[in-house]
């Protein structure tokens, strides 16, 4: 099965920069719609950026929008999130998900199948 395993999350300073990297398995990441979530005890899975199937066309959300830059690799398989300017709120685990196929409006936890294991964030002031 789709198998996807992030990597890259550690801590960082505010205004600081990380780069994520998820591997995918028996996924072909350059027809398929991929993105990123993050989530925070307590709180719902938000979606943070999505990449579109077969194109570069990307989507972020507000919060990230000019900070963080979603990208893939289609040679080794693997989606990036290049994280920039990364402030206190960006602490969280990270995670990878795709889904057969295009991508659907908006980012939505409900319209990916697969998902890699999560990757920590933590970011201090």
């Known amino acids: 099965q789709v198998q996807l395993v992030e990597s890259g999350g550690g801590s960082v300073q505010a205004g600081g920069s990380l780069r994520l990297s998820c591997v995918a398995s028996?996924?072909?990441?350059?027809?398929?719609?991929m993105g990123w979530f993050r989530q925070t005890p307590g709180k719902e899975r938000e979606g943070v950026a999505k990449?579109?199937?077969?194109?570069?066309?990307?989507l972020y959300a507000d919060s990230v929008k000019g900070r963080f830059t979603i990208s893939r690799d289609n040679a080794r398989n693997t989606l990036y999130l290049q994280m920039d300017k990364i402030e206190p709120a960006d602490t969280a685990i990270y995670y990878c998900?795709?889904?057969?196929?295009?991508?659907?409006?908006?980012?939505?936890?409900?319209?990916?199948?697969?998902w890699g294991q999560g990757t920590q964030v933590t970011v201090s002031s």
């Open positions: 990449i579109l199937a077969g194109r570069d066309k990307t």
């Open positions: 998900a795709a889904r057969v196929g295009g991508c659907v409006l908006g980012i939505n936890r409900g319209d990916f199948a697969y």
């Open positions: 028996r996924y072909n990441t350059s027809s398929n719609c």
